[in-house]
């Protein structure tokens, strides 16, 4: 496979607690990704990092927080969540942008209650 | 604001047949357009890219076109199979971020 793991691969939490999911790689790949995704509204962007300690918001960025302190790990974190961040959360992670290819995890099912 | 938006939730073809999704957007001026081929409670798998200056790319039964003008992709499935049945997804970045913003995807049924 790919390399890449997303932790944990199911949690069900309450409103108003802090979630964090973390994403590993083995590659080291410089692009780091985080999607959400909803039915309807396909894969929408969290955020990305395109390095150690630099990151970048996407789409849907407000209600998370990323931190990439060694290149291998991602985190996303949910402060206090809310029922709207119950969701698929991927993560994805590109080498170079000449092939372009983002390889992505398996999927981080996260229900806020 | 920007949009992506791909032609039809979902589509049924027969065994044998061409299936074309269809990619577009506007707003954007993407410099990389990927298409990705998901299936259910699993993560999206690369299939192609294609560049600006590029017009087609071919990979075996797949093809995908860039129309820079028309701000729209094809993208070509031919002698489609039931395996080919899935989820498939368009993504685009611009020059310089490799931020790849994606459609909402077309769910292809290929019929036996």
């Known amino acids: 496979d790919a390399g890449i793991t997303q932790s944990p691969r199911h949690k069900v939490t309450e409103t108003g607690t802090p979630v964090t999911l973390r994403c590993h790689q083995t590659e080291n790949h410089r692009y780091m990704y985080w999607y959400r995704q909803d039915p309807g509204h396909g894969l929408r962007l969290i955020h990305y990092?395109?390095?150690?300690?630099?990151?970048d918001k996407g789409e849907v960025s407000d209600g998370y927080s990323v931190s990439r302190s060694k290149t291998e790990d991602f985190l996303l974190t949910l402060e206090s969540a809310t029922s709207s961040q119950t969701s698929v959360y991927f993560c994805?992670?590109?080498?170079?942008?000449?092939?372009?290819?983002?390889?992505f995890g398996e999927g981080s099912r996260l229900t806020v209650l | 604001s920007q949009k992506i938006e791909q032609n039809s939730e979902a589509l049924n073809i027969q065994e044998g047949k061409t299936a074309t999704l269809t990619c577009n957007y506007t707003?954007?001026?993407?410099?990389?357009l990927q298409w990705y081929r998901q299936d259910p409670g699993r993560g999206p798998v690369f299939l192609l890219l294609i560049r600006e200056n590029e017009k087609e790319k071919r990979k075996e039964r797949l093809k995908v076109t860039f129309d820079t003008t028309l701000k729209q992709s094809l993208f070509h499935i031919t002698a489609s199979q039931p395996a080919d049945s899935a989820t498939y997804l368009c993504a685009l970045a611009t020059s310089g971020t490799y931020k790849y913003i994606f459609g909402t995807g077309t769910r292809l049924k290929v019929l036996a």
């Open positions: 990092s395109y390095g150690v300690k630099d990151t």
């Open positions: 994805a992670m590109m080498d170079s942008p000449n092939t372009g290819e983002l390889f």
């Open positions: 707003n954007y001026s993407p410099a990389y």
